[in-house]
């Protein structure tokens, strides 16, 4: 039997190649975020959240820790978008689905580098449902 890539007809090496790099393992995006996100994220966080999460995010007395173990295996195999999501619609408690999705990038950006993320060139996006494809890496 030939091989695929050995095929001669040009359509079948064009659907080979289409089926190929549309896997969804190819097609997976990573996580970036600024370190403008990052200083951004850090203010809103002390003003929003951090009497509940506490001054280094793992500390609070009413909320639960948003680094370290406790909060990986809560989301590990989990996408970003699935995170923005319940933070846009539990968080924080008082007054939910009122942080626009700018500000949640901003303070998942924050969040993450916290949680050994580095900062790099390009922005976090605000669209929160375009971040379902991007896995969180644990
Ligand atoms: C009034 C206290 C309070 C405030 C303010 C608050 N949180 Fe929370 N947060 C909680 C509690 C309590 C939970 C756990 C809820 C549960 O498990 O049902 C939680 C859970 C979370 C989680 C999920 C953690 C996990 O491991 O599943 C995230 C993420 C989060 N908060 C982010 C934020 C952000 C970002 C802000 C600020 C915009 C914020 N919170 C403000 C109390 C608070």
């Known amino acids: 039997m030939p ?3 050995a095929s001669e007809h ?18 997976q995006d990573e996580i970036t975020f600024t370190a403008e996100q990052v200083a951004a994220g850090r203010s809103t966080y002390r003003e929003l959240c951090q009497t509940c999460h506490g001054p280094s995010l793992s500390d609070g007395q009413f909320g639960t820790p948003l680094r370290g173990s406790y909060f990986r295996n809560n989301w590990a195999g989990k996408s970003l978008g699935e995170l923005m999501q319940y933070v846009y619609e539990k968080m924080p408690p008082e007054s939910p689905q009122t942080l626009s ?3 949640i990038a901003t303070l998942l950006s924050w969040i993450l580098s916290r949680n050994s993320l580095s900062a790099g060139e390009t922005a976090m996006s605000g669209d929160i449902n375009g971040q379902n494809s991007v896995m969180l890496p644990w």
């Open 3 to 5: 091989s695929l890539f």
């Open 10 to 27: 040009p359509a079948i090496a064009l659907l080979a190649l289409f089926v190929l790099t549309s896997s969804p393992a190819m097609a």
């Open 101 to 103: 999705g700018e500000q």
